[in-house]
């Protein structure tokens, strides 16, 4: 079955630090693959998207890239900010999982302090 | 516009008793999905609908559990018979369609089973 792994948190970097939260994913066809984001107090929100492989994905400074050899998708920032805390889930969704219906597939999240 | 949003926000039952949740998707999306939220478990996918039927009931976690969408639109999610560990943050997203990979998730419905 479909999987993703992604490293255990809590992370806690200063301001302007660089950020890597690494994640591995394990699927039976070609997934698409996803970074959300969820704020304090908020919703799940979408950060950035790859659809297949090579693909990068990037937004709000953050960017990714669809590794098939490796079966990786890291986020990474180079410089980040206070307003970047919060609980980052690496996810797939995989055609070929449960009819066909694009479902989901988390990692644990991992969670991200920017202190000052 | 509107986004997805679900009712109530917060929940509190007793064991034992039957609830409901709602969710209502941004209009026009065909697609929606059910997830729980927990500690232990991370995010769990529960029911996917294409319109009004649902195809994909494979991560529901017992019978206790169903879920029905109608008009295209509005989906209840329903538990009976709530045990303590169906306390969860219960998800709900939408796409436009299933091709389109974006879902746009709600805000949650935090279900306490004390």
């Known amino acids: 079955g479909n999987s993703v792994t992604q490293m255990e948190g809590p992370v806690t970097l200063s301001e302007e630090a660089f950020l890597t939260i690494n994640c591995t994913y394990t699927a039976t066809g070609y997934p698409s693959l996803f970074w959300y984001v969820q704020y304090p107090g908020e919703g799940l929100q979408l950060l950035l998207k790859?659809?297949?492989?090579?693909d990068k994905g990037s937004n709000k400074g953050f960017e990714a890239t669809y590794r098939k050899e490796t079966t990786s998708f890291h986020l990474e920032k180079g410089s980040v900010q206070v307003s970047d805390s919060a609980v980052y889930f690496c996810a797939l969704s995989d055609r070929h999982s449960g009819a066909g219906s694009y479902q989901l597939t988390f990692g644990k999240g991992t969670k991200l302090s920017v202190i000052p | 516009g509107a986004g997805v949003s679900q009712s109530p926000s917060n929940k509190v039952t007793e064991k034992g008793k039957d609830v409901e949740l709602r969710c209502d998707p941004i209009?026009?999306?065909?697609?929606l999905y059910w997830y729980r939220q927990s500690l232990g478990q991370g995010l769990e996918f529960l029911i996917y609908f294409q319109g009004n039927s649902a195809p994909d009931k494979s991560g529901l976690p017992s019978d206790r559990f169903s879920a029905e969408r109608t008009g295209g639109s509005v989906s209840t999610l329903t538990i009976q018979r709530t045990q303590q560990e169906d306390s969860a943050v219960y998800l709900c997203?939408?796409?436009?369609?299933?091709?389109?990979?974006?879902?746009?998730f709600g805000p949650g419905t935090r279900l306490t089973v004390l």
């Open positions: 209009s026009g999306h065909t697609a």
């Open positions: 790859a659809t297949k492989a090579d």
């Open positions: 997203a939408s796409s436009f369609s299933i091709e389109l990979y974006e879902q746009f």
